[in-house]
């Protein structure tokens, strides 16, 4: 089966946009990153985090049930979350803007949590791409531990 995760306009039809004047483009960072199309403000709030709150073994368990049946979308379909602790999630049903943030030390975005939101930290320029640092979300130490995430 084809990846089409890699494939940046079936990336943008199946990816849910939740964050206004922002656009899913090639990154410098790593893959696809959010694009901003139109300066945001400093402390604007760009979006709220909704989704299921659930331990991470259920989260997985369904994942493991549903995703084969997905085909191409398996990587839209609960594929999203944010570590709530080192035992909860918030999950969202499909993959949205939010997960093409990339990672930086140096972040223009951030999590603020009450409710669970990304807000600019400074003046954001057309053309920038948004970034978060993802340390300083609750991550567990299965995502901690993965080769992959070695960049954090």
Known sequence: MQDLTQDLEFVRAATLQTIAHTEIRPSQLHGFGLHVVAPIAAETLLCVLD?????ID????IEAQVGPA???YRKYVYMECNYLDNQTLLARN?????????HSRTP??????HPLRVVALRAIAEGEELTIDYRKEQLSD???????KQFL
């Open 142 to 148: 299965d995502y901690l531990n993965d080769p992959a």
């Open 94 to 102: 499909f993959r949205t803007s939010y997960s093409y943030i990339n």
């Open 51 to 55: 989704g299921q709150v659930m331990p």
């Open 58 to 61: 259920h989260y997985q368990t």
């Open 108 to 113: 223009n975005t951030e999590l603020r949590r």
């Open 70 to 72: 997905t085909g191409p």
